[in-house]
T-cell receptor
Framework: ETGVTQTPRHLVMGMTNKKSLKCEQH?????MYWYKQSAKKPLELMFV???????ENNSVPSRFSPECPNSSHLFLHLHTLQPEDSALYLC????????????????????FGAGSRLTVL | DQQVKQNSPSLSVQEGRISILNCDYT??????FLWYKKYPAEGPTFLIS?????DKNEDGRFTVFLNKSAKHLSLHIVPSQPGDSAVYFC?????????FGTGTSLTVIP
């Protein structure tokens, strides 16, 4: 497989459940991201891992817990979620800063997975 | 506070005509500006980018214009094709930091 793969594509869970989203990238990138996409809102950055170290956490609630065991895999562990957490969760990867693999302009280009559609009942 | 704004949620254009998608940003310190395209049930895919030191970048039918004094970015698609129908997101980038707009849904009418 190539690119960024996310599983499951759809997930329905109750507020007391514990589940995990998985992301895998086959691009040799060294940075991975979780984004949340809610209706009519900008993509919200949740977590960034660069070289397997978390470098940014934008005050995401603790009911979301990321895990990055290696540079190719990223998980988002979910527990005691709220209905307002229902959204599309997108994983992305990039070559990161100063390591090439950028757009022709030099931008750090994100490659996204297809997303996991989460519904919390 | 939203760093990147796309004020038009939707746009319809006739096939063969020009599509112009607009984006405004607030922070003049961003290094790069990007456009992503998203089809339903797929993740966003990178389309084109521009450095903050440029004012135009062209790639085939797609041209991105940057007006730094106005803090405005636009994407021109010419000629528009039905396959261009998608949601377009503009984004800014500095290092590992990205800010995205809310997207503009483009419909190209055959």
């Amino acid at each position: 497989e190539t690119g960024v793969t996310q599983t499951p594509r759809h997930l329905v869970m109750g507020m007391t459940n514990k589940k995990s989203l998985k992301c895998e990238q086959h691009l040799g990138h060294n940075a991975m991201y979780w984004y949340k996409q809610s209706a009519k809102k900008p993509l919200e950055l949740m977590f960034v891992y660069s070289l397997e170290e978390r470098v940014e956490n934008n005050s995401v609630p603790s009911r979301f817990s990321p895990e990055c065991p290696n540079s190719s895999h990223l998980f988002l562990h979910l527990h005691t979620l709220q209905p307002e957490d229902s959204a599309l969760y997108l994983c992305a990867s990039s070559q990161g800063v100063g390591t090439g693999g950028r757009g022709l302009s030099g931008a750090n280009v994100l490659t996204f997975g297809a997303g996991s559609r989460l519904t919390v009942l | 506070d939203q760093q990147v704004k796309q004020n038009s949620p939707s746009l319809s254009v006739q096939e063969g005509r020009i599509s112009i998608l607009n984006c405004d940003y607030t922070n003049s310190m961003f290094d790069y500006f990007l456009w992503y395209k998203k089809y339903p049930a797929e993740g966003p895919t990178f389309l084109i980018s521009i450095s903050s030191i440029k004012d135009k970048n062209e790639d085939g039918r797609f041209t991105v214009f940057l007006n730094k004094s106005a803090k405005h970015l636009s994407l021109h698609i010419v000629p528009s094709q039905p396959g261009d129908s998608a949601v377009y997101f503009c984004a800014t980038n500095t290092g590992n930091q990205f800010y995205f707009g809310t997207g503009t849904s483009l419909t190209v009418i055959p």
